[in-house]
């Protein structure tokens, strides 16, 4: 036999199904009365009842030959040879076919696991649903403990384990729950609340509709940005900045009870991130030597740009482009326009503009600076 027909026979072999490919091996086993025995044994004494013999293609092999040309086991040719012996016709495979289970659980209690997590409210991503279409969130006060509990309350004559219940969670349903946070869209919570109190599908598919055009509008103030950093980074010209003020960070932070009934000292941090090259810078100041409000953000900014960029010299052209999000009381009033204004009238640049991210979905750079920082 050529090299060529075993690999064609070993190919067309392994496209069949299991019990298909012991119905082949079937047909390559031959049965034949023993030819001699030892000496001094006879048909009732001696343990070989019957010989076997190895064809392919019509051609008498080794069993060797059989096994390295299909890429099977001698166990899989013995247990063959077992069913042979036993006289079975067509050999099929019965491992996990077995009812010996005595912990199984039925197939209505499982129903009941998969209804009573199906019938949990769930929401879209915050920022964005781009990447998450396919993972839904559980609301972020929930866990597996919750739900457990939640089952057990409601069916507490069904016997079902914990375990059971998180394999059944975690095999069936595509979910996660959510992350707690403390400045959701205000819109995404009124949608949300709107589509967990629908009677109708029709009122649940007018409110997701609704809720497609909110997060589109917000994924195209996304793509914008991600657009302005791209051309930040190729062109040197244009200077794109990303604006935003931390949490309030209170001092000292200290962990035991006594500090949650004493007044702490507020600090401010205003990060300015340039997508360009990025760098960011943090303006940091306590509650004593000025607030959080218009004046102190455009006396942050002025102080930036005076330090990082020259005055043009003539026929020079510099563009800036400002990233925030739409907070009126720091970012989007005249007195921030006035600055943008006097920052032009002194030829540190040409043009500026500013840009806001969509109200509620203000993810920016500097929250991921903010982050290192909190960590």
Known sequence: MTLARKLLLFDEFNMLTYDEQSAFLYKC??????VRRRPGKTDATSRRFCLFKYYIDDLQVCKNTLLNTFGITRRRVMTLQDKIKLGIITP?????????????????????????????????????????????????????CKLYRSFKNKYPDINVSKR?????????????FGYPRSDTCKQCDFFYNKLVAAN???????????????????????????????????NSSIVVLCVDLQQVLFCPTLTHSNMFYQRQLSN???????????EVSMHLWYECIAKRGSL?????????????????????????IIWSDRCVGQNNNWRILNMYSYLIFCKYFTEINQKFLSTGHSFLPCDRDFALIEK
Not at 164 to 176: A, G, H, P, T, V
Request: charged fraction near 30%; glycine fraction near 4%; include cysteine.
């Open 200 to 234: 109708t599908e029709e009122e649940r598919k007018k409110i997701e509709i609704d809720s497609k055009l909110h997060h589109s509008k917000a994924e195209q103030s996304y793509d914008a940005l991600k657009k302005d950093t791209d051309i930040g980074k190729l």
């Open 164 to 176: 059971i219940y998180r394999n059944i969670f975690r095999s069936y349903f595509k979910l996660r």
């Open 92 to 144: 099929r495979d019965n491992r996990g076919k077995h009812l010996n289970r005595p912990h199984a659980i039925d197939a209505p209690v499982r129903d009941l696991i998969r209804q009573h997590i199906n019938s949990l409210p769930r929401q879209p991503s915050h920022y964005s649903r781009i990447a998450t279409d396919n993972l839904q969130c559980l609301s972020s006060d929930l866990n597996l």
């Open 29 to 34: 086993i031959k049965v034949n009365a023993p």
């Open 268 to 278: 401010y941090n205003l990060a300015i991130h340039n997508v360009g090259n990025n």
């Open 296 to 320: 102190e953000i455009a006396s942050c900014i002025l102080n930036y740009i005076e330090n990082n960029y020259d005055i043009l010299g003539h026929g020079e052209e510099r563009k800036l």
